[in-house]
């Protein structure tokens, strides 16, 4: 890898570490990443823009460097990578505050088609979709995630219905912000400042993922849910927002990607389902926290079924 380094940076560091495939290096004092880009290619230019307007707004962001043509991506056999110079503590953990602090300062970020996913019933509906169809043709070989499928479906199309009853009552009009692919639960500021997994989104994407991450992750939520309400006043119409991206089961479809893909055994499934009676009271109790002016809608069946 050094030889491409050399090559197409004009860099030449002592010697190259790899970690979870991932290279990394030190060179005049500074520490730089060389990753695959997991993309589209035609990200890559749109990604390298914000990067720079987020540079120039003094973000941490790490910064993305061309190569001796000018281009984002440089191809290593045949796999394109990036290299990144990096300026934050890697393997601090991110925490609420973190992530609301990168959406609120790139709030009026410029936004594009290619990045942009606040669509979330055409996007949650194509997945559905295809989920359903990918199940139909190989159902046979997953007979755990047959089983619990059709739960999830229904809540992510509940989902849908409660972005459409809201949008159906108020034009959305909130701005978009830097956002993220996905929020993990154990993600660190490496991960937050990372330009290759942003997207561009509603600020109250990170803060549900980051949420869901956790629960389904065992740690205590309210104690941040709290805070931050405390200090942070957040309109009625984000707070449904954010209420529906709760709901939609994205720490269960990212599970089954996995499975599909051969990532994981079909059995991690059940550590999700185990908590589905947890979650749903969660749900109940989100809501009535978000819910203080009384304009939100409510799921009756949510309510039924966890007063039976």
């Known amino acids: 890898m050094n030889h491409y380094i050399n090559y197409y940076y004009s860099i030449y560091p002592d010697y190259i570490r790899e970690q979870n495939e991932k290279f990394y290096f030190n060179y005049n004092d500074e520490l730089y990443y060389f990753l695959v880009f997991d993309r589209p290619l035609e990200d890559s230019q749109y990604l390298y823009g914000l990067n720079v307007e987020m540079i120039r707004r003094g973000s941490l962001v790490h910064e993305i460097i061309l190569n001796k043509d000018k281009n984002v991506v440089t191809f290593v056999d045949e796999v394109p990578y990036v290299l990144m110079r990096v300026y934050v503590n890697t393997n601090k953990k991110i925490d609420l505050a973190e992530i609301n602090f990168i959406s609120m300062s790139n709030s009026d970020i410029k936004t594009n088609e290619i990045l942009d996913r606040s669509n979330w019933p055409m996007l949650w509906s194509a997945k559905i979709d295809y989920f359903e169809y990918q199940i139909s043709q190989m159902g046979k070989k997953y007979p755990i995630i047959c089983e619990y499928l059709s739960y999830y479906i229904g809540l992510a199309e509940n989902a849908i219905s409660y972005i459409k009853n809201i949008a159906g009552k108020i034009k959305i009009n909130l701005p978009l912000t830097i956002a993220h692919k996905r929020i993990k ?24 993922e980051y949420i869901k991450a956790r629960f389904f992750n065992g740690e205590d939520v309210w104690s941040e849910i709290e805070q931050y309400f405390k200090i942070y006043e957040m309109p009625a119409f984000e707070r449904q927002l954010l209420y529906a991206r709760l709901l939609f089961p994205s720490y269960f479809f ?18 999700i389902v185990d908590k589905a009676s947890d979650y749903e009271e969660f749900l109940i109790e989100i809501h009535l926290f978000l819910n203080r002016d009384n304009l939100m809608p409510q799921l009756d069946w949510l309510i039924k079924k966890n007063n039976s």
């Open 254 to 271: 990212d599970v089954y990607e996995e499975i599909m893909e051969d990532k994981l055994k079909e059995e991690s499934i059940i550590s």
């Open 185 to 208: 639960a154990n993600n660190t500021a490496f991960n937050l400042y990372n330009p290759l997994t942003f997207i561009i989104d509603y600020k109250v994407r990170d803060f549900a």
